[in-house]
């Protein structure tokens, strides 16, 4: 498997891999299927996967900043917006690829 890829990537491809041998029934080696992956699917899969990304994270954020703003009495605005990203972005990031790879 080409070692530039994600581990998300990897698990996409080997998921891609199955479907064709299903779809064509032979066996389809790896590389063929990382070469169908990326000619055909890969650049919807990354653009469909980091819209999904900023999707769950936007809540989050929205979620925390609801929270501190309540805890405040006030509307934080940008100020708890720049809270989370500094205390809890790394932080949700690696849970949310870990539950992604979990998940796939």
Do not use: P
């Not at 703003?69 to 870990?98: F, H, P, Q």
Request: aromatic share 8%; with cysteine; proline share 0%.
């Amino acid at each position: 498997m080409d070692c530039r890829l994600s581990r998300a990537e990897q698990q996409a491809v080997e998921l891609h891999r199955i479907k064709l041998c299903s779809a064509r029934g032979i066996d389809v080696c790896l590389e063929d299927a990382l070469a169908d992956w990326n000619q055909f699917h890969s650049v919807r899969w990354r653009e469909d996967r980091q819209r999904h990304y900023l999707s769950e994270q936007r809540a989050e954020i929205e979620r925390h900043k609801w929270i501190e703003s309540e805890k405040a009495g006030r509307d934080l605005g940008r100020d708890a917006v720049l809270d989370w990203i500094t205390k809890n972005a790394a932080a949700w990031r690696n849970w949310y690829e870990a539950r992604e790879e979990a998940v796939r």
